[in-house]
């Protein structure tokens, strides 16, 4: 009998329809089984083949009750049986990753990002863990409904909750978006009394029941503080593992430095945010390149560099606000993508990134126990090194000692 055939039989005798989203059937679909066993145990319902080179073996079936709001979403119930998959296909282990503000603006774009394999592969299978609250667990349906639709390949689970100590289980990743966004006139900074125990909180839910080397990245605002409270509960987790999102900031960078000297933007490279995601970040343009040579050779307007780039990029967020009503989402979420595969792809020699991470044992005398961007390499492992060969002029050190300041206080 086919497994489909045996699930539907199966489904049809022992289910009430309300336990049916809940039901998880680990066959792939396109994988004819021979051999289906059924495994049940109280709780669980699962329904399992395993194939070895030459051989189907027996499933197992167990049968799974909705534990919580947190638990598998609709198809993804259905998931096919990755261990078994894996014996068929390279792919490699399933990852989870963990989102939280899943219902906003940003994730709605990042989300189907991920989904696709664009972030973390081709041949990398995901499972998302969907963390809303009250307010937004019908509009965290509606996303999950959504990926359903998108029929994604890689996308192996997704579970949706409103308790971080659930939905934080074993995660890899924790893409820390959920927060308020800011309004015209406010600055990013006003959020803190919001948003600063929405922190806390997952700090210390990372910290019970994530991955122990859980890579997290803390995008809302303001992102380098709720970065370092974040990191200071969970005293667990390796604190460089913390980062604050300014990659939208090197990104919007690069995109004006070549506007300035008439290049595409692929031709920027070496852009250092430095600094807190504010107005008082150091765009660094004294060690950037276009085409392989320093910014300050090819723009030869130091005024400019200083004040008009410099500004543009500090209040471009602002200035986007003005104009959408609301804050960058789709730019955020693409910066987002960039950040992960920075870390999880080897840096391009010569080149580096930019992240707002923890400042401890930091070689260029910026004050410690503070979160502030810095440049990185990676080779790939989800893991970093700050870049040492920088060079320094007194209009770069001034400007980063002020944002230094700034965050201290
Ligand atoms: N670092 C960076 O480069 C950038 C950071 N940001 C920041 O990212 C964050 C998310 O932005 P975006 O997705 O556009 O925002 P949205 O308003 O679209 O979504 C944010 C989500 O945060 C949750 N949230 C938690 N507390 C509150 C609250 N008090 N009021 C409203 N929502 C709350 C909500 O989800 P739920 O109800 O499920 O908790 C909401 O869905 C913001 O803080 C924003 O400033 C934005 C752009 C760039
Ligand atoms: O400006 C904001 O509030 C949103 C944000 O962080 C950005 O766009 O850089």
Redesign the pocket.
Known sequence: MAVAELNSAFTKTHFHSSQLSFLSRSVPKHQHCDFPTLHRTQQHARISCSVTQNQVQAPAVQIQEPKSKSDCYGVFCLTYDLKAEEETKSWKKLINIAV????????NHLLFKLASGEVFGPDQPIALKL???E??LQ??EGVAMELEDSLFPLLREVSIGIDPYEVFQDAEWALL??????GPGME?AD?LD??GQ?FAEQGRALNAVASRNVKVIV???P?NTNALICMKNAPNIPAKNFH???R??ENRAKCQLALKAGVFYDKVSNVTIWGN?STTQVPDFLNAKIDGMPVIDVIKDRKWLEEEFTEKVQKR?GVLIQKWG????AS?AV?IVDAIRALITPTPKGDWFSTGVYTDGNPYGIAEGIVFSMPCRSNGDGDYVLVKDVIFDDYLRNRIAKASVKLIS
């Open positions: 939280s503000g899943a219902a906003g603006m940003i994730s963390l809303g609250s307010r937004s509009a965290l978006i959920g927060a308020k966004p800011r990013r959020l919001i948003n929405i995008v809302g605002n992102c604050a999102l300014t939208l900031d995601h967020g609301r804050s960058s989402a955020t910066s």
